[in-house]
């Protein structure tokens, strides 16, 4: 009997390592931790193989499990495409998307043509922000739905007029450039030298947050709303910067005696008078699909 790959396994798999935890995907799909288990199980069974390592901070990837997230991204994409146009295309409405800068390419690149080729006569209109901004944006009405970073521990006030789902955990790191010495947290007074984002960025809060409470000093070496800009500020080896542990490049080196900070998440967030619209309801099941940090 010929092998079949089970699109329901796979999109659990992804959910799983998007979000960090079982339990994290087991809410975003709407699944017991059970079933969420069993999906993955069954996947290691048809793969040959273990594909996460599994411990009480979250999972992460073997070699195994690289391999086939990177093999089945695309397969996922075509796979959502094609049963839309079969529901067919006929579909109306706008759409104006907040994104932060960080993420803004991947979501223009990787989930926006699917979803304009999926459903043309949806006009689609995204603006970029830093987090905090976007997250005033939704509340206002300026844009329908936004992608928002945030520390995880955070349940603002504002949560009581926006809905919130939770596209993916991220463990935010202090890094340099890989081509000039290690700065050291505690082994020099001198000031550091920071690559700050903008003011409504979260990540920027949490460094001069984390720095007041240690009482170190600091100096602004850059202060920009670029996140391209920040990481080649860090990279040329001229500041220090925070960023995705996903993100790290070859020419950032992890400063590990630096305070940690706490996690962050990636939710979509939409006010709650927003109408059930079926254009908006689409394009969050492609994001919550798709999103990847």
């Known amino acids: 009997m010929a092998t079949t790959l089970d699109i329901d396994l796979l999109r659990t798999f992804h959910a799983v390592v998007r979000l960090g935890k079982f339990s ?23 793969a040959g193989g273990r594909l996460l390592h599994r411990d009480n901070q979250g999972v992460t990837l073997t070699p195994l499990g690289e391999r086939l997230l990177k093999s089945t991204v695309d397969l996922l994409h075509t796979h959502d495409r094609v049963l839309a146009q079969l529901q067919g295309a006929q579909l109306n409405g706008q759409i104006t998307l907040g994104v932060p800068d960080e993420y803004a390419a991947h979501v223009i690149r990787d989930i926006l043509p699917g979803f304009t080729a999926a459903w043309p006569n949806v006009v689609l209109r995204v603006l970029t922000a830093p987090s905090y901004t ?37 463990t935010p790191v202090w890094v340099a450039g890989t081509a000039g010495p290690t700065p050291t947290f505690s082994q020099t007074s001198a000031p550091l030298p920071l690559a700050l ?71 979509l967030a939409r006010a709650v008078s927003t109408p059930n619209d079926e254009a908006i309801e689409l394009l969050t099941q492609s994001l919550h699909r798709h999103f990847r940090l």
């Open 24 to 46: 994290g995907a087991a809410q975003a799909l709407h699944k017991s931790p059970a079933a969420v288990s069993v999906h993955v199980q069954r996947l290691e069974t048809l």
């Open 134 to 170: 976007l997250s005033d944006w939704v509340q206002r009405g300026k844009v329908q739905m936004a992608l928002v970073s945030r520390p995880r521990a955070s349940r603002p006030d504002v949560e009581v007029a926006t809905q919130a789902q939770v596209l993916a955990v991220t």
């Open 197 to 267: 984002y903008a003011d409504d960025c979260p990540y920027r809060r949490a460094m001069l947050d984390t720095l007041r409470a240690k009482g170190r000093t600091w100096r602004v070496v850059l202060d920009s709303p670029s996140t391209q800009a920040v990481r080649a500020c860090v990279e040329a080896g001229l500041g220090i910067g925070l960023i995705d542990r996903e993100a790290i490049t070859a020419q950032m080196q992890v400063l590990e005696d630096f305070p940690p900070v706490g996690e962050h998440e990636v939710v």
